[in-house]
């Protein structure tokens, strides 16, 4: 038995993880991840999701086999650089594995929740992006979504063809119907003019007629469609029909995974409206000119935005913006409770080692020394939760965004800030409990019961 163990009156903690936790851990963590990476493979969002959960708890499970090597990687630096203190802080981090693992849970649940957000809305926003540049080429888009009337009248898209810098424009709309019985939201446009703006890579079929009707690869794969195959859909008045798949489309960033032509739709709706607009410029004809005069044309119709592709794109992921507001309140909040658990546990291994801190200052060590090794010791514990929340969240994030067929695009910068937030929050919770440590009185110390 160590001498310093040898003067607590408590019993000691294992200082090893039994083979029962490696063992179930282990085998509950391969599983784990190996079912997140085949649904990411296989793009099975519910198998992905079933992983994650499986993920998560493996990570709790193993949180004190991993806790002694980690902590004394982790606990190199502070030996090194911080002498006798910093070897006290690594070794009193590694000395109880599951109280280090249970004291940096909480710190690793919330980090690893926030970095698989972030990493998640950035792969969709990277997605987005790529979607929405590689379909539309063209310079200009008047859009409508800051409209309160929800629209702008087709006859906008008409006007806006008659400007001397345009050489091809297209409107496109919203709507719900039923499709096959299921409710949907689909896209209504001319498809012959649609093609002309916008590269929705179809697969089967052809848009150059203005009466076809288009749908996703997905939504065909599903369904068992093909061309020629005829769905059933039931308009918002009521009115029902069969139409007959004229083309299957991939990119489905713009229009979703329906397209209706708009010759069938205007015939179900007392208001034809386009939510969108895409133009193309002639050659040589100025972008800022051709923006202005579509700006004074679409004032009598709400006003829509008239954006540059660029302006475009950034509005359609600017709600992942607030989102993205709300995932660092929660790593405030997973902040703060963690950081009270560390502190809590810290302050309770010093009211177990009031006898251990004693001998230490009776044999020399100096009250900066104690405050020292006590801070090492929770950045030490910090640095472990940390660390496994950002594989977690990291992992997690690349599983849910490839079953959804995101690109992998985790943001350096804002992975980089949750990482120092995280370390910074151990220096934080060491603050009571090293002060404590530092002022207890020798004698009163090692006479402690």
Do not use: C
Not at 277 to 298: C, D, I, M, N, Y
Request: aromatic share 4%.
């Amino acid at each position: 038995m160590p001498p310093l163990a040898a003067l607590r009156e408590v019993a000691a903690e294992a200082s090893r993880p039994t083979e029962t936790r490696l063992i179930v851990g282990g085998v509950f963590a391969a599983v784990a991840v190996g079912t997140v990476a085949f649904g990411a493979v296989t793009e099975q969002m519910a198998m992905a999701a079933a992983g994650a959960v499986m993920t998560v708890v493996s990570m709790v499970v193993l949180g004190p086999v991993a806790a002694r090597p980690v902590a004394m990687l982790l606990g190199g630096p502070a030996a090194r650089l911080r002498g006798v203190p910093g070897t006290l802080a690594r070794d009193n981090a590694t000395r109880s594995p599951a109280r280090t693992a249970g004291a940096a849970t909480a710190l690793m649940i919330g980090v690893g929740v926030v970095t698989l957000m972030t990493v998640f809305l950035g792969s969709l926003r990277a997605s987005l992006e790529d979607g929405v540049a590689g379909s539309f080429q063209g310079p200009i888009v008047v859009d409508a979504g800051t409209n309160e009337t929800g629209g702008f009248a087709t006859s906008l898209v008409q006007e806006a063809a008659k400007l001397p810098q345009v050489s091809d424009v297209a409107g496109m709309g919203r709507g719900s119907m039923r499709v096959n019985g299921k409710p949907s939201t689909v896209s209504v446009a001319d498809p012959s003019g649609l093609r002309r703006v916008l590269d929705l890579d179809v697969t089967q079929g052809g848009l150059t007629d203005a009466g076809t009707f288009a749908v996703s690869k997905k939504a065909a794969d599903d369904n068992g469609w093909r061309v020629g195959t005829a769905v059933g859909v039931t308009f918002a008045d009521g009115a029902s029909q069969r139409l007959t798949v004229g083309a299957v489309y991939d990119n489905t960033d713009l229009t979703g995974d329906y397209l209706v032509p708009r010759t069938v739709w205007n015939a179900h709706t007392r208001q034809p409206l386009d939510t969108r607009a895409f133009l193309e410029l002639k050659p040589g004809a100025s972008v800022t000119s051709a923006r202005q005069a579509l700006a004074v044309l679409a004032k009598p119709y709400g006003a829509p935005a008239v954006e540059s592709r660029d302006e475009f794109v950034a509005a359609q992921t600017e709600e992942m913006a607030g989102f993205i507001s709300v995932v660092y309140g929660m790593l405030i909040l997973a902040i703060v409770v963690a950081l009270l658990g560390i502190a809590n546990t810290l302050s309770l291994a010093v009211h177990e080692r009031t006898r251990e801190l004693g001998l230490l200052r009776a044999v020399g060590a100096t009250r900066p020394q104690i405050r020292s090794m006590v801070r090492w010791e929770s950045v030490i514990v910090a640095l472990f939760g940390t660390g496994g929340g950002l594989v977690l969240g990291v992992f997690l994030g690349w599983g849910l965004g490839a079953a959804l067929g995101n690109p992998f695009a985790p943001p350096a910068a804002q992975v980089a800030v949750i990482a120092v937030v995280g370390a910074v929050a151990g220096a934080l919770a060491a603050i009571r409990p090293a002060r404590r440590a530092a002022r207890l009185a020798i004698l009163s110390a090692i006479a402690a019961p």
